[in-house]
């Protein structure tokens, strides 16, 4: 287990871009109300529906912002990466959680009680700002989404996401660039609203016309031209 001394929490708390604007006392106070949080890949942090009483942010691993149907349908909406916060939405306005936080990766967290952390945001704008900045990001990423799922075919939808991908988690190769993400082809489907089946089909046909390759546990974006093509068709 994971042990930070009050210290640790503090650096670890100002580091963040959320609470760079916070003093130092004010930052030792708030990591003396933080707890570190281990999490093994699979497990669950929150359901939806559960009490929205805490903030927490990623020190490292990923975990993925998703919700399901009740015949059993997932549908994913974020993946959070080191560095950045989720359960914002219910800790902010104290009512239930949107979604379910699930984690991809081995994750460890720095957990923020709501009671001791809205103290903070009455005496601290600054960080009131970049937290409605994360808001609208958040917002701004639904938007492109529903764009994209009505107005693209699916393969054009999934190249964007894998060079979304690429950008984010991908490592300059001699092929191209090569993604390690901790992320399924079902949890893939998913976050496109399509089945795994048709993940799989689409990526098998781009892997025998060299666009991409597929090793267990990355995609090497080979062909980036051809997928910035085909993202840009519209259905």
Same mark, same amino acid.
């Given at each position: 287990?994971?042990?930070?001394? $009050?210290?640790?929490?503090?650096?670890?708390?100002?580091?963040?871009?959320?609470?760079? =604007?916070?003093? /130092?006392?004010?930052? !030792?106070?708030?990591?003396?109300?933080?707890?570190?949080?281990?999490?093994?890949?699979?497990?669950?942090?929150?359901?939806?529906?559960?009490?929205?009483? @805490? +903030?927490?942010?990623?020190?490292?691993?990923?975990? $993925?912002?998703?919700?399901?149907? @009740?015949? &059993?349908? !997932?549908?994913?909406?974020?993946?959070?990466?080191? &560095?950045?916060?989720? &359960?914002? #939405?219910?800790?902010?306005?104290? *009512?239930?959680?949107?979604?379910?936080?699930?984690?991809?990766?081995?994750?460890?967290?720095?957990?923020?009680?709501?009671?001791?952390?809205?103290?903070?945001?009455?005496?601290?704008?600054? $960080?009131?700002?970049?937290?409605?900045?994360?808001?609208? !990001?958040?917002?701004?990423?639904?938007?492109? =989404?529903?764009?994209?799922?009505?107005?693209?075919?699916?393969?054009?939808?999934?190249?964007?996401?894998?060079?979304?991908?690429? *950008? =984010?988690?991908?490592?300059?190769?001699?092929? &191209?660039?090569?993604?390690?993400?901790?992320?399924?082809?079902?949890?893939?489907?998913? +976050?496109?609203?399509?089945?795994?089946?048709?993940?799989?089909?689409? +990526?098998? @046909?781009?892997?025998?016309?060299?666009?991409?390759?597929? /090793?267990?546990?990355? #995609? @090497?974006?080979? /062909?980036?031209?051809?997928?910035?093509?085909?993202?840009?068709?519209?259905?």
């Amino acid at each position: 287990m994971v042990q930070l001394t $009050v210290e640790e929490k503090r650096e670890v708390l100002k580091n963040h871009f959320l609470l760079t =604007h916070l003093r /130092d006392w004010d930052l !030792e106070l708030l990591a003396r109300h933080s707890r570190v949080m281990e999490v093994p890949a699979g497990k669950t942090i929150f359901r939806k529906h559960d009490p929205g009483d @805490t +903030m927490i942010v990623v020190i490292s691993g990923r975990v $993925v912002i998703c919700s399901q149907s @009740t015949d &059993g349908r !997932e549908v994913v909406f974020n993946i959070i990466n080191p &560095g950045e916060v989720f &359960g914002e #939405i219910a800790f902010l306005d104290g *009512q239930e959680r949107t979604a379910d936080a699930r984690v991809l990766e081995n994750a460890v967290c720095v957990v923020l009680d709501r009671r001791s952390f809205l103290p903070f945001l009455e005496d601290n704008p600054k $960080v009131v700002i970049e937290l409605l900045t994360v808001l609208c !990001e958040r917002v701004r990423s639904t938007t492109v =989404h529903i764009e994209d799922t009505a107005f693209l075919e699916f393969r054009s939808r999934l190249a964007k996401k894998l060079l979304a991908f690429g *950008q =984010h988690y991908g490592k300059a190769v001699d092929k &191209g660039s090569r993604i390690e993400l901790a992320i399924s082809q079902t949890e893939l489907g998913a +976050m496109l609203q399509a089945t795994r089946e048709s993940v799989n089909r689409q +990526m098998r @046909t781009w892997v025998k016309k060299g666009v991409i390759e597929v /090793d267990k546990g990355s #995609i @090497t974006l080979v /062909d980036l031209d051809r997928l910035e093509t085909i993202a840009e068709e519209s259905d």
